[in-house]
C-alpha cells in the first residue's frame, strides 16, 4: 500500500513574516496536502498569535498549485452549517478544487465558551455533529436548502454554483466513537484520528498500534453497517498525539519505521506538524525537511 505524506501548519505567523513562505515550502517539499486547524485560539498558543483557518486557505490556496489544503478538523463549537458551506464552496473554487474538510465534533478548549455558551456535554457535541455533517452534506450538495433541526436551521440556503469538487468536496471525518464512525462511514471520504487519548500520557507505541488497530476494526463494522466497503474511506494518522509523540521526527529512519507500521495497519496519510520552536511540536526543521522529502521513497 503507497502512503501520502502531509503536514500541518498551525496558523501562527503573520502572512508576510513567514507563513506565506511556509505553504510554498509545503509544496516544494512534495507534501500530498498541508493543513491547519481550525480554532479560535489552542491550547498554549492561546495568548499568542492565532489567525482563521478559512483566509489563511484562501491565501495558501492562491499562493500554491498543486497542494491539497484543508482543516484538520473544524467542529459545531463555533461554526453554523450554512455560513460554512459558502465559505467551504468559495475555498474550493479559490483552489480549483484542492480543499478536504476535516470535521470533528470538538471539545471542551477555549472554542467551547468563546461565544458566551456553556461547554456541551458529550452527548450534546455527539447530537450536535450528526446534525451538523448532516446539514453541510446537503447544503455543498443541493442547489438551495430549507431545513428545520433541533440545533440548525436553513431557510433557503442557496449554494450557487456548488463545489468545484463533485458532488462535492470530501469529508475527512474525525471519529473514535460508534455515533462518530457511522458518520464517518455515512458522509466520509475520509476518517481521521490521533489515537487513543487515554494512552497519550503513560501509553507505549505497542499499545497505541493496538489501540489503532481496534480502531480501523470498528470503523470496518461501521462501513459495513452502512453498506459500504472501508477501503473506500482513506485512513488519516494526525501525529503528536499518541506515546510516540515527537519521537517519529528525530531521524528519517525512526520515521520511515513509524510510519511503516502504520501503513500496515491500513494508514493511507500520515500528517506531521511543521515544527514549531519552544513548543510541544519543535522538531529538527533540517530532519522534517528530510523525511518530507525522502520517507515516501523508502517506503515504497
Known sequence: MSLRLSTLILPVDRWHEGGRA????????????????????????RDGPWFGAVPTLAAAAATTSRLRLG????????????????????????????????????GIGFDATALGQEPWTPRERADRFAEFVALLDRLLTEGAVTDEGRFYSAVEARDIPGCVQRPRLPFAVA???PRGLRLAARYGQAWVTTGD??????????????????????????????GR?????????????TPDRTGPLQSLDAFVDFAGRHRDLGFDEIVIHWPIPDSDFAADQKIFERIALEATA???
Open 175 to 177: 471519529a473514535t466513537g
Open 229 to 241: 466497503e472501508v477501503a473506500e474511506l482513506d485512513k488519516i494518522l494526525l501525529t503528536g498525539f
Open 71 to 106: 482543516t484538520l478538523v473544524t467542529s459545531p463549537n463555533f461554526r453554523h452549517p450554512v455560513t460554512l458551506a459558502k465559505e467551504l464552496i468559495s475555498l474550493d473554487d479559490v483552489s480549483d478544487g484542492r480543499i478536504t474538510l476535516g470535521v470533528g465534533a470538538g
Open 197 to 226: 487519548p487515554k494512552l497519550y500520557e503513560n501509553g507505549t507505541p505497542e499499545q497505541s498500534v493496538e489501540a489503532l488497530r481496534g480502531q480501523i476494526a470498528k470503523l470496518g463494522e461501521a462501513c459495513a453497517k452502512a
Open 22 to 45: 511556509k505553504w510554498q515550502r509545503a509544496e516544494d517539499l512534495g507534501f500530498h496536502a498541508a493543513y491547519t486547524y481550525d480554532h479560535l485560539s489552542w491550547r498554549s498558543f
Open 298 to 300: 523508502q517506503l515504497g
